[in-house]
């Protein structure tokens, strides 16, 4: 037995001797997320916990919005191609385009109507593709509702054009008044709406960015027709058009509460601004 542990003991010293030391192995070090990493919740996407910049008013409205719809077509007489509408809504009363002042009123002399009513009745009929037609557009549009009143036809020859200047003259008269007029209460509306701006539009102003609310343009289904929802609230609406020879431009205030469906028609006759040939 003393000989077997003395053997055991000699043969352990041989292998400690001849086997290298162990060398220690330390675990793989494991890279600790940095501070820019966002630690995402169990059950949750990186996409959910990384949220954006919270989507505009006027993006397309989800369902915690309160929306409504808005139906706008305009019918002007100048609907022919091209054609430019530039439509938006503002949350806050709109300073119209600066112009010089209403445009000077047809004449109402007989000497004045009986020469455009030669031109324009027998010489030189209006074509409604030219955009500066003899005693511009306003002029085209009192003759023209004259003419159907009137229940009269225009003349053939020039013997029987004086003639008829003289029994037609007094339907153009009234037709001529009634524009001049038309066209005054259009500047009235004017300046109204610059003294609004000035006195209202700085408060307003104010609450629409503090309730996160800003101008937004509205792209038309087709020429002269839109069909979108929007934020429901007070709004100011603004549209031009642009077409050769001739400029529209309205401004209209509408409220529209949740859910409901504002139908609003421009006209010329509604039409805040019209520069050009008119």
């Given amino acids: 037995m ?24 330390t675990p793989t070090q494991v890279p600790q997320p940095s501070a820019s990493i966002v630690d995402v919740p169990q059950g949750v996407s990186t996409n959910e916990a990384t949220k954006k910049t919270p ?4 993006d397309e409205p989800n369902q915690s919005q309160q929306v409504a719809r808005l139906t706008l077509k ?23 385009p600066v112009i010089k002042g209403p445009p000077p009123p047809l004449g109402e002399d007989k000497e ?32 023209r509702d004259a003419l159907r009143k009137s229940h009269m036809s225009t003349p053939h020859t020039i013997f029987g054009a004086y003639r008829w200047i003289d029994e037609f003259l007094p339907y153009a008269l009234k037709e001529t008044k009634r524009t001049n007029l038309l066209e005054k209460e259009r500047y009235q509306r004017y300046e109204k709406a610059i003294e609004e701006f000035d006195k209202t539009r700085q408060d307003i102003e104010t609450e629409a960015v503090q309730e996160g609310l800003s101008p937004v343009q509205i792209r038309p289904r087709k020429v002269g027709y839109v069909d ?45 601004v019209i520069t050009g040939g008119w």
């Avoid at 989507?55 to 006027?58: M, R």
């Avoid at 455009?116 to 002029?139: E, F, M, Q, V």
Wanted: aromatic share 12%.
């Fill in 55 to 58: 989507a505009s008013l006027f």
């Fill in 112 to 143: 004045s109507l009986k020469f455009l009513l030669l031109h324009s009745g027998y010489a030189t009929r209006a074509n409604p593709d030219k955009p500066y037609p003899i005693g511009g557009w306003r002029w085209q549009y009192a003759y």
């Fill in 74 to 96: 305009v019918n002007v007489p100048h609907n022919q191609k091209p054609v430019l509408d530039v439509i938006a809504i503002h949350p806050y009363p709109v300073k119209p």
């Fill in 228 to 272: 979108s929802r929007i934020p429901s609230g007070n709004w100011w609406l603004t549209c031009t058009r642009k077409q050769p020879g001739i400029t529209y431009y309205w401004l209209v205030p509408f409220s529209a509460a949740p859910g409901e469906n504002v139908n609003l028609l421009l006209t010329q006759a509604n039409a805040m």
């Fill in 2 to 25: 003393k000989r077997r542990s003395l053997s055991a003991i000699l043969l352990g010293s041989l292998v400690s001797c001849c086997l290298p030391a162990a060398i220690a192995v």
